[in-house]
């Protein structure tokens, strides 16, 4: 029954140590999210894809990268996590288009813990 | 940037009583709202939405009122039962796929 699928459900990776956080969806959706929430405060946007179109924040660092490589997964790449990275980071998923409706469906979310 | 944000951080009330949690916003171009409920460890969960060109929507036991002219929105539950203890946030929508969220209530019901 799972719709917005994220692995792991916890990170733990060492200070500089890449790391890759993974999203999937069954419900085809046109749109994915990345966002980070850090404790106590909202969900931050990162970045989406609308189909294979990467939309990028202005103040998302260069540190994140994503992926899209088919309408099923997205992957979050951090590069050089650093201790301020230390967050829950969510990923989202929107039907799009003309027609499609408006509410985000969110994963569990990964817990990343950087040491 | 565009920002949405709640007056209050935190929200403590009985078991029964009606819950009000607020949220102002600041792009009067957002057409579309939503609120969620996040429990601890957990994604967002979507209660209600409302769009731009309504003014009340009303769910079970939820209702969100939504001022454009004071670009202010509320979300309302009913009967607040301690299963709803969580932390709230509303979400407005910009740029037709984007979201921006507020900064969270949490809300405390005591039995």
């Known amino acids: 029954d799972a719709m917005v699928i994220q692995n792991p459900r916890y990170q733990v990776t060492q200070f500089g140590k890449p790391v890759t956080l993974s999203c999937s969806q069954t419900l085809n959706h046109n749109v994915m999210y990345w966002y980070q929430q850090k404790s106590s405060q909202a969900p931050k946007l990162l970045f989406h894809?609308?189909?294979?179109?990467?939309?990028n924040e202005a103040d998302t660092p260069d540190n994140f990268q994503s992926r899209r490589p088919n309408t099923s997964f997205c992957f979050l790449d951090i590069r050089s996590p650093g201790l301020g990275d230390a967050a829950m980071y969510l990923c989202a998923t929107l039907p799009g288009g003309l027609a499609g409706a408006d509410t985000q469906y969110f994963g569990p979310g990964t817990r990343l813990t950087v040491l | 940037g565009e920002s949405v944000g709640l007056h209050l951080p935190t929200l403590s009330v009985q078991e029964g009583d009606n819950s009000i949690i607020n949220c102002a916003y600041s792009?009067?171009?957002?057409?579309?709202f939503i609120w969620y409920k996040q429990e601890s460890g957990k994604g967002p969960q979507f209660i209600i939405d409302i769009r731009s060109n309504m003014d009340k929507r009303q769910g079970q036991r939820v209702t969100v009122l939504l001022n454009k002219t004071v670009k202010h929105l509320s979300l309302q539950i009913a009967a607040t039962q301690p299963g709803d203890s969580a932390v709230y946030f509303c979400?407005?929508?910009?740029?037709?796929?984007?979201?921006?969220f507020g900064s969270g209530t949490k809300l405390n019901v005591k039995p």
């Open positions: 894809y609308y189909d294979k179109d990467f939309n």
């Open positions: 979400a407005g929508r910009y740029n037709f796929n984007k979201f921006y």
């Open positions: 792009n009067s171009a957002s057409d579309y």
